[in-house]
């Protein structure tokens, strides 16, 4: 969840990432797989979307730093999964865990075949293990790059926040213009500020934002209403301190 990865959609490099790994150890099919709570999802072309966490080698995979080989999965006791619910007529696992630079194991970079093959050479796992790291390298390049954005989006919305608050004509314009942009920010149709009464277990509108006639009507309405602290959302909130 982190990087985002954790959606069906076909990307170029993963694509070319896995068409390398299967040229280069001459298999069926080069494949990049995410590890989620309950599922395994696959990021390369050619191969189904996601399947149950226990149908893929994959999960094996992730439980160690090393590669991992199953050169005759039919002859293979260490690692069970459950060939029927993976409708695959794999005989030949082989595979690199995707590890982050903290240290978590989120995937693997595998290649598999239909025909056994011999265990791979000294050279063959580092290969593999370059090919992961590979994939790696992109994720922590979009992660950062996404950082970056988002740094650039907060100091931009910064800004229009301090210019609508030096120039509103009054503390309610103020309030009014600062969550609107704050709605608009994080795409809601509404926003709203409250402020909590002195002495009373309740709260009030004090600046609001609506995008629609029916949200500017019922702001309108709650700015002149009392609301008690466990009747909100927001008293919820509060209450919660969260």
Same mark, same amino acid.
């Given at each position: 969840?982190?990087? *985002? @990865?954790?959606?069906?959609?076909?990307?170029?490099?993963?694509?070319? /990432?896995?068409?390398?790994?299967r040229?280069m150890f001459?298999t069926?099919r080069?494949?990049i797989?995410?590890?989620?709570a309950d599922?395994?999802?696959?990021?390369t072309?050619?191969? *189904?979307?996601?399947?149950p966490?226990?149908a893929?080698?994959?999960?094996h995979t992730i439980?160690g730093d090393d590669v991992?080989v199953i050169?005759?999965?039919?002859?293979?006791t260490?690692?069970? /999964?459950d060939?029927?619910?993976?409708?695959?007529? /794999?005989?030949?696992?082989?595979g690199?865990?995707l590890?982050?630079?903290?240290?978590?194991?989120v995937?693997?970079?595998?290649v598999?075949?239909d025909?056994?093959h011999?265990?791979?050479?000294?050279?063959?796992r580092g290969?593999?293990?370059t090919?992961?790291q590979?994939?790696?390298n992109?994720?922590?390049?979009?992660?950062?790059l996404?950082?970056?954005?988002?740094a650039?989006r907060d100091?931009d919305l910064?800004?229009q926040?301090?210019l609508?608050?030096?120039?509103?004509?009054?503390?309610?314009?103020? &309030?009014d213009?600062?969550?609107?942009?704050?709605?608009?920010?994080?795409?809601?149709?509404?926003?709203?500020?409250?402020?909590?009464l002195?002495?009373?277990?309740?709260?009030?509108? @004090?600046?609001?934002?609506g995008?629609t006639? &029916?949200?500017r009507?019922?702001?309108?309405?709650v700015?002149?209403?009392? /609301?008690?602290?466990?009747?909100?959302?927001?008293?919820?909130a509060l209450?919660e301190?969260?």
């Amino acid at each position: 969840r982190r990087y *985002r @990865i954790l959606y069906d959609v076909r990307e170029e490099i993963f694509d070319r /990432i896995g068409e390398m790994a299967r040229s280069m150890f001459g298999t069926d099919r080069g494949l990049i797989a995410f590890v989620d709570a309950d599922r395994v999802l696959y990021k390369t072309s050619g191969q *189904r979307t996601h399947l149950p966490r226990g149908a893929s080698f994959t999960a094996h995979t992730i439980l160690g730093d090393d590669v991992l080989v199953i050169p005759d999965v039919t002859k293979d006791t260490s690692h069970p /999964i459950d060939l029927a619910a993976a409708g695959t007529s /794999i005989k030949f696992y082989a595979g690199a865990p995707l590890i982050t630079r903290d240290g978590y194991r989120v995937g693997a970079l595998c290649v598999t075949d239909d025909r056994p093959h011999d265990d791979l050479t000294a050279e063959q796992r580092g290969w593999l293990r370059t090919l992961a790291q590979l994939v790696m390298n992109e994720l922590d390049r979009r992660r950062e790059l996404a950082a970056r954005n988002q740094a650039e989006r907060d100091l931009d919305l910064m800004n229009q926040l301090m210019l609508a608050i030096a120039v509103a004509p009054s503390a309610r314009d103020a &309030l009014d213009t600062s969550v609107r942009l704050l709605a608009v920010a994080v795409g809601a149709v509404h926003g709203a500020a409250f402020e909590v009464l002195p002495h009373r277990n309740a709260i009030q509108m @004090i600046g609001a934002y609506g995008a629609t006639p &029916l949200w500017r009507e019922e702001i309108e309405r709650v700015r002149k209403a009392t /609301i008690g602290v466990a009747d909100s959302l927001t008293g919820l909130a509060l209450r919660e301190n969260r």
